[in-house]
């Protein structure tokens, strides 16, 4: 029988498995796309690279793990002060409630300025539709399809990896070096 922690390392490893074949998937439809023009082929690639970096910081801000009210006195209750200074490094309350007022602030700019959002999507396809050029797509809403295709998938995409790896796994690498570090320095003294 698998334990949680065989789990979350399979988790983790099919997540980068998925992380790849997205990546795969995208480099062809670049490469099919643009017909291996270097112009339009790099071009590609920094949108790609831009909106899922953007995503992905999106996600790590709003996948934060947040603590609740019994875990801090659930893990330090049968540890020594040493150690249990230590363990309460594994719950950044600051970091939690930073990372709380960041998604709401997220969340209520998107809802009130929802028509502006959608505004500026359409400036950015226009943006598409110059910057890719006629000898890519004849047709200018095909560049702006193009274009806001690669942007809108990368920042979705990177918004859902990083979301999920930092809800299942952060505090799993978190936990694992404070128990070296603490592992560490419990030898030490003794």
Request: overall charge neutral.
């Amino acid at each position: 029988m698998a334990t949680i922690k065989d789990l979350g390392e399979l988790f983790a490893e099919g997540l980068f498995k998925a992380i790849a074949v997205w990546a795969g998937v995208m480099a062809l439809i670049v490469l099919l796309a643009t017909r291996a023009k270097p112009e339009a082929l790099s071009l590609s690639v920094l949108i790609v690279f831009t909106f899922a970096a953007v995503g992905a910081l999106v996600g790590f801000i709003m996948g934060i793990p947040k603590p609740s009210e019994g875990d801090e006195a659930t893990l330090t209750a049968d540890l020594s002060a040493t150690r249990s200074a230590i363990v309460r490094l594994s719950y950044n309350t600051g970091l939690a409630k930073i990372s709380t007022a960041v998604t709401t602030l997220i969340v209520g700019f998107s809802v009130a300025q929802f028509g502006t959002v959608i505004d500026r999507a359409r400036d950015l396809g226009s943006t598409y539709q110059d910057v890719f050029g006629s000898e890519l797509f004849a047709a200018p809403a095909a560049r702006s399809a193009y274009g806001m295709g690669l942007s809108i998938s990368a920042l979705i995409l990177g918004f859902i990896f990083m979301f999920m790896w930092t809800t299942t796994r952060l505090l799993d690498v978190l936990r694992k070096t404070i128990e070296e570090r603490g592992g560490a320095g419990d030898t030490a003294d003794k």
